[in-house]
C-alpha cells in the first residue's frame, strides 16, 4: 500500500509537484543537461560554419594587404602594369566594376520593381502572376555563365565586339530576380488596412501604389538592389563572355572594359608574382565591397515601416 504522499502525488511528467508546491530536481537537472548540450552543439555547427569564411578573410588580408598598404594610393589610380613590371595598381578594374553594375541596375531596378508590383498589387492569384513568379524562381536558380551566354548572343554578336554594355546586360539578368523577390516581400509587408483606407478616400489603384504603397516599401526594395550589386560586383563568368578585359581605360561603353572580378581570374593564374599580388589585392577590396553593401542592406531592411 501507497503511503499518503505518495498517493497524493499527481502521475504524470510534469516536473512541478502539486502537492508539495516544489519542482522534480532530477527531471528539471536533466532538462538542463540536455538544454546545455543541444546549446554547446549549436554553437559547434556556427563556429564550423563561420570557419570558411574566416579562413577566408585571413587569406584576403594576409595576401591583399600588405600590398594594399605598400602601394597605396597608386594601387587605386595607376593602371595594371605588363608582365615582368613591378607596381601597378587596378584603376581601370574598379572604374569598371561600376560602369557594368551600373548599366545592369539600370535594366534590372525598372523591370524588377514594375514586374513586383502588378504581381503583388494589379495580378494577385491570376494565372499570369503565378506564372511570372514560377520564371523568377527559375531564374535565380540559372548559372550566371548561362546569363553571360545569352548576353553574349543577344548583345555581344549583333554589335560585333565585347563592350561594357554586354556586361551590364548580362549582370542585369542576374540582377532582377533578387530585385523582384525583394520588392515582392516589401509591397507584401504593408498592411492591408492601408489598402482598404486607400479604397475608402477614393484613391485609384495607381494612386495609392504610387502615393503610399510604393514609397513605404522603398527600404526593401533598396534592400533588394543594395543585394543584387553585391552579387553582380563579384560575377566574373558573365563578364569573360561579354565584357572581356581591357589593360587600359575604356573610351566608350562599346568597347571591352576590365571589371575587379575578371582582373582576379587574368592575374590568379599569370606565372607573375606582381600580377599575383594585385589579385590577392584586389580580391580583398571586392570582399569588402560586398561586406560594406551587405552591411548596408541589412540596415535598410531594419527600419521599420509600419
Known sequence: MSSPNQSSRPQNDNPYDIATGEFDKGVTSGR?????????????????????????????????????????????????????????????????????????????????????????????????????????NVLSGVPSIIAGLFAYGVVVLLMGTFSAIAGGVALSVLMVPIIIRTAEEGLKSIPREVRQGLVGIGATNFQGVTNVILPAALPFIATGVTLALARAAGETAPLLFTALFNQFDARSLREPIATLSVLIYNYAIAPYKNQNELAWAAALIVVLLILTVSILARSLTSRKVY
Open 32 to 136: 538542463k543537461l540536455f538544454g546545455k548540450v543541444m546549446t554547446g552543439l549549436v554553437m559547434l555547427c556556427v563556429a564550423i560554419a563561420l570557419l570558411p569564411l574566416a579562413s577566408i578573410l585571413f587569406m584576403l588580408l594576409k595576401n591583399g594587404l600588405s600590398r594594399l598598404l605598400q602601394d597605396f594610393p597608386s594601387v587605386f589610380t595607376e593602371l595594371p602594369p605588363p608582365p615582368l613590371v613591378d607596381g601597378g595598381g587596378f584603376r581601370n578594374a574598379i572604374i569598371g566594376t561600376l560602369v557594368t553594375c551600373l548599366i545592369g541596375a539600370l535594366i534590372s531596378v525598372p523591370f524588377g520593381v514594375l514586374t513586383a508590383i502588378y504581381t503583388v498589387e494589379f495580378g494577385q492569384g491570376n494565372k499570369l502572376s503565378q506564372f511570372v513568379r514560377f520564371c523568377t
